[in-house]
């Protein structure tokens, strides 16, 4: 149940539904492009401390943007601890 955080993503999805509460349908949708084409995604959750993110049980993994996680939270990176933020 990895949380990838990409520097060259725009948006926040998540796919797995055990890392996200209130999943619901939103009044908008978004569409995705990526590798694998282009995904229409019409469903909101909740990402616990961290606010809302579209969610698809079809995405392949679950992915928040660093441009919107340093809106949200400070963000480090130490290349001699390991390559991690």
């Known amino acids: 149940h990895y949380i990838l955080l990409d520097n060259q993503w725009t948006t926040d999805i998540f796919s797995n539904p055990g890392l996200v509460s209130d999943i619901d349908e939103s009044m908008s949708s978004i569409r995705i492009h990526c590798n694998a084409g282009v995904q229409v995604v019409t469903k909101k959750a909740t990402l616990k401390n961290y606010g809302l993110v579209w969610f698809s049980e079809d995405s392949i993994s679950n992915i928040l943007s ?3 996680m340093q809106k ?3 963000v480090t990176y130490d290349i001699e601890q390991g390559n991690q933020f």
């Open 66 to 68: 660093l441009a919107n």
């Open 72 to 74: 949200r939270f400070r």
